[in-house]
């Protein structure tokens, strides 16, 4: 019995740990914006480009199902797909990870979807 016990301790001493030491690194998976999904961290919208300012730095989209989103371009702002504001077009479906602020909404990374077509 006390066999047993001990390789329990052993097990839970050695999960405790590993929790510990992968405590850390939560924050760098976060930041990884590959999930579908909004955090309390940012938002998340697929849509189509329905306007581009390049004045303001700024893309407006239409949700499939939902409101139009304008994000506004900031220099932290991460590209996938395409390298920078101008190089994209309207009806690109992309997606958008962003930061709701008093400045409006703050993109922090832009991914353009493959085209698909004939």
Not at 40 to 62: A, N, P, W
Not at 78 to 90: D, K, Q, S
């Amino acid at each position: 019995m006390n066999a047993l016990c001990s390789h329990y301790s052993s097990f839970a001493a050695r999960l405790a740990l590993l929790c510990l030491l992968l405590l850390p690194a939560a924050p760098l998976f976060a930041t990884q914006y590959e999930e579908d999904v909004s955090t309390g961290e940012y938002l998340f919208v697929k849509g189509m480009v329905q306007k581009i300012s390049m004045e303001d730095r700024s893309l407006t989209l239409q949700q499939k199902r939902g409101p139009r989103v304008t994000i506004r371009v900031t220099p932290d702002t991460e590209f996938e797909g395409v390298a920078r504001l101008e190089e994209l077009r309207a009806k690109q479906e992309i997606k958008v990870w962003y930061r709701p602020g008093e400045e409006g909404n703050a993109g922090l990374k832009i991914l353009k979807l493959p085209d698909l077509g004939c």
